[in-house]
Each structure stands twice: as structure tokens, then as C-alpha cells.
């Protein structure tokens, strides 16, 4: 299934979305461009507009589209922190595993920012009690429904901005892989402090957004870490 993914522009609402969003990146972008430096943004601006699908094992095996790096600007996002995303890109199944593997199969998973769906599968497949995937771009969260149709994995996915998003009561696996900027995290990781139970948070290419990785060292432990990895956890809290 894997193939180039074209947004269209639609009715008049879409196509003010639309518009919106790419205003709202272009003033992403100028941020970034001064965060960085010029040169090294255009190489990689050059790098994630240059969209296209390409075959992997995991599609190729599951007959899935879960593939290609998907930039934000195509993409109908009707959500102000728009400007605060990634581009989409999964990271491959085996770095997926690797992710999850520290977070006990008794919790809910929830991917934030999970995109076409592969990590969804994946934790589906590993066991965990519960999966839920967060995507703000509605086309994206189309791709992963129809994905887990596909493979018959029993997920759920929830069309919304991750940063508003309630997170589940109960023993609690966060997977994250750079979706989107601090700006964003701060209100995820102000739910994780406030929260009583079991708590895990494991972040894949953490090094992307070094704010980040500070607001989860200021309220949890890191469990484990390795090259592009850090998971961090937290006990349920005392009442005494």
C-alpha cells in the first residue's frame, strides 16, 4: 500500500486550514532557521520536503502504509500548536520494540503523535493492555485506522491535539518518538507529575529536543538509556 500521499484541498474549510497551518509553520521555520543556523536548516529543510514514500520490510510484510516522511505543511490541521510538530517519520519496527520493551505489558500504551499507526501495531502485537494512539492530522489518523483494520491489531486511535489530551487513569506507558517541540510537552508532563500511579515515559531520538528530556528528568527517574533511547518511570506515589 505503500505510495506517495497527496493532500487534497477539499472544501473551504479545509483549504483555510490548510492556509493557517502553513502560516503557522512558516513562523515555525523562521524559529527554527535562528535556533540553528541558516545553513544547516535549508539542508535539512531540503531533506524533509523532498517527500516520498519508500518500501520497508515492515510495510512490505504487513501490507500496511506506515512508511515515508510526511511533512506537516500538507496535512489539514485545524489545531493552533500545528507549529509546535515534527514532520511524520517512523522509526523502524526493531527501535520500536526497543522502546517499548521497558514498559510492562500491564499498562496502557498511549503513542503521542502517533502518526500512520506503526508503533500502534507493534504494541498491539507486544501484548499491552491497552493501546491508544493521539494524532492531530486527520488524513494521518485515517492511514492508521485503515492500517490497524489491516493487520487486525486492537488499538484505537483519537483525533487530537496531544498537548489537550486527558491521559488515562491506571499504570501508564507514554511512547514518544520527537513529535512535537517543549511548548507542547510541558502540558504532558504537568499531567505525568500530578498522576498517582504507575507511570512510564520512553522516548526515542530524545536528543532532538534536549527541553524535553529536562522536564521529564525533573519529575521521574530514568530506568533505562542507551544510543537514542531514555525511559523513564515513576512509582505509584504515597499518600502519606
Known sequence: MS?????????PSDTLSKMLNISLL?????????????RRFVVEAV??????????DFDRANR?????????????????????GASYLSPTEERIKDGLENIPRHA??????????????????????????????AELADIARRNLVITGARAEVILGDAGEYTLPDGP??????????????RKIAAQLDGRSGETWVAYLNPGSEPACVELFDAIMDRAAERHGLIVWSARKKSCG
Open 108 to 137: 496502557t500504551l498511549v503513542d503521542l503523535g502517533s502518526g500512520k499507526g506503526r508503533a500502534l501495531i507493534i504494541a498491539a502485537r507486544m501484548g499491552f493492555r491497552r493501546v491508544i494512539g493521539v494524532e492531530f492530522a
Open 26 to 38: 512558516v513562523k515555525k521555520a523562521a524559529r527554527e532557521a535562528r535556533k540553528v543556523g541558516l
Open 172 to 185: 501508564l506507558g507514554i511512547y514518544l518518538y520527537n513529535p512535537f517541540s517543549v511548548e507542547v510537552m
Open 47 to 56: 531533506n524533509r520536503f523532498s517527500y516520498r514514500a519508500t518500501a520497508n
Open 64 to 84: 500496511t502504509d506506515t512508511g515515508g516522511r510526511v511533512p506537516l505543511w500538507r496535512l489539514g490541521i485545524p489545531y493552533p500548536s500545528a507549529r509546535f
Open 3 to 11: 505510495g506517495v500521499f497527496c493532500a487534497t484541498w477539499g472544501s
